[in-house]
């Protein structure tokens, strides 16, 4: 275990700014003289490393993202990470966590499997999708942080103005009708329970043939819908598997749920579009850089979208009557 707690150690004491743990694990085992193996694994936003030593353990190692710190809560991530392994929600037991920059070291899951993409256009998929998140939406996890999307939005806004960045036409006529938007959050209509916060395809993970759900980043006290309007609008799902996830999840609140699912969807459009002009900042190559210039035009184009439908118009005036009514 000794490599284990040199990375311990390493974690505990420095804030990284920028690191190649590859050579921290060389510099080590050429101190140490372990039989250290060390891989990159996939990641969109992190750097993320599996490493072994000279027993059968394995563990991954997280780098978070340039700027994520802005718009994440790292000590919440922590508490929520362990208190959803705890759970049974969340199979990556926590070894070390550094609070100041998100660095982690969790054990590896082994016996795994990673959901394919495809999979969740099944409908017998998207049902235990539906179920893993209304059992999650209905524990007793008991995270204390809630979830603010508006507040992330200007943190990262913010850090993309001082970068310079130039924002396309989509993102301004989106920004104009936020904050009509926000003003509906504090209405007794959402609620407060423990969610995932992000429930992208890379996060679901089959372990012995369980669902279950990595990365806690975003996870904190929200409307359950968000995670389900999320979900939709990251695999484009159409009106019939929203119907499917709809159902599955809750036969008796169909309608209501609908109704707050069109109503998140443009929110997190604008997100995901404002998202992807930080990783325009952050790629190296011409190629990923033009990738993210159309991923951000494009979400910020369906969000624009979202809004014209009258569907959405018909949800706005639902809200208000609601909020005339409290």
């Given at each position: 275990m000794?490599?284990l707690?040199?990375?311990?150690?390493?974690?505990?004491?420095?804030?990284?700014?920028?690191?190649?743990?590859?050579s921290?694990?060389?510099?080590?085992?050429?101190?140490?003289?372990?039989n250290?193996?060390?891989?990159?694994?996939?990641?969109?936003?992190?750097?993320?490393?599996?490493?072994?030593?000279?027993?059968?353990?394995?563990?991954?190692?997280?780098?978070?993202?340039?700027?994520?710190?802005?718009?994440?809560?790292?000590?919440?991530?922590?508490?929520?990470?362990?208190?959803?392994?705890?759970?049974?929600?969340n199979?990556a037991?926590?070894?070390c966590?550094?609070?100041?920059?998100?660095?982690?070291i969790?054990?590896?899951v082994?016996?795994?499997?990673?959901?394919?993409?495809?999979?969740?256009?099944?409908?017998?998929?998207?049902?235990?999708?539906?179920?893993l998140?209304?059992?999650?939406?209905?524990?007793?996890?008991?995270?204390?942080?809630?979830?603010?999307?508006?507040?992330?939005?200007?943190?990262?806004?913010?850090?993309?103005?001082?970068?310079?960045?130039?924002?396309?036409?989509?993102?301004?006529?989106?920004?104009?009708?936020?904050e009509?938007?926000?003003?509906?959050?504090?209405?007794?209509?959402?609620?407060?329970?423990?969610?995932?916060g992000?429930?992208?395809?890379?996060?679901?993970?089959?372990?012995?043939?369980?669902l279950?759900?990595?990365d806690?980043?975003?996870?904190?006290?929200?409307?359950?819908?968000?995670?389900?309007?999320?979900l939709?609008?990251?695999?484009?799902?159409?009106?019939?598997?929203?119907?499917?996830?709809?159902q599955?999840y809750?036969?008796?609140?169909?309608?209501?749920?609908?109704?707050?699912m069109?109503?998140?969807?443009?929110?997190?459009?604008?997100?995901?579009?404002?998202?992807?002009l930080?990783?325009?900042?952050?790629?190296?190559?011409?190629?990923?850089?033009?990738?993210?210039?159309?991923?951000?035009?494009?979400?910020?184009?369906?969000?624009?979208?979202?809004?014209?439908?009258?569907?959405?118009?018909?949800?706005?005036?639902?809200?208000?009557?609601?909020?005339?009514?409290?």
């Open positions: 000794r490599f707690w040199f990375f311990i150690i390493w974690v505990s004491c420095n804030a990284i700014e920028a690191c190649d743990p590859l921290i694990a060389q510099s080590f085992l050429k101190e140490q003289g372990l250290l193996s060390f891989s990159e694994l996939p990641g969109l936003t992190n750097k993320n490393y599996l490493f072994s030593g000279h027993n059968t353990i394995r563990y991954v190692i997280r780098i978070p993202g340039y700027a994520t710190d802005l718009f994440i809560d790292r000590e919440s991530e922590r508490k929520n990470s362990i208190r959803a392994f705890n759970c049974g929600f199979p037991r926590i070894v966590f550094d609070i100041r920059n998100g660095t982690q969790t054990t590896y082994e016996e795994s499997t990673q959901l394919p993409f495809q999979d969740l256009y099944k409908k017998e998929m998207v049902c235990r999708v539906a179920h998140l209304k059992r999650l939406h209905s524990s007793k996890i008991n995270f204390q942080n809630r979830v603010d999307i508006f507040q992330k939005l200007e943190k990262l806004i913010d850090l993309l103005k001082k970068q310079n960045t130039v924002f396309p036409s989509g993102f301004y006529l989106l920004q104009q009708k936020m009509e938007m926000k003003q509906y959050l504090s209405s007794p209509f959402f609620e407060q329970l423990p969610s995932h992000d429930p992208v395809p890379s996060n679901f993970i089959l372990v012995s043939g369980e279950m759900l990595l806690w980043e975003h996870s904190g006290l929200n409307d359950p819908a968000w995670d389900l309007a999320l939709s609008c990251v695999v484009n799902y159409s009106n019939e598997m929203d119907q499917w996830l709809i599955y809750n036969l008796e609140e169909t309608s209501l749920l609908y109704k707050k069109l109503f998140f969807k443009p929110i997190i459009e604008y997100w995901l579009g404002t998202w992807g930080l990783q325009v900042l952050v790629k190296e190559t011409v190629t990923e850089k033009d990738f993210f210039i159309y991923f951000s035009s494009s979400r910020f184009a369906k969000g624009q979208r979202y809004m014209d439908q009258l569907e959405f118009q018909e949800v706005l005036q639902f809200l208000k009557e609601k909020k005339y009514e409290n």
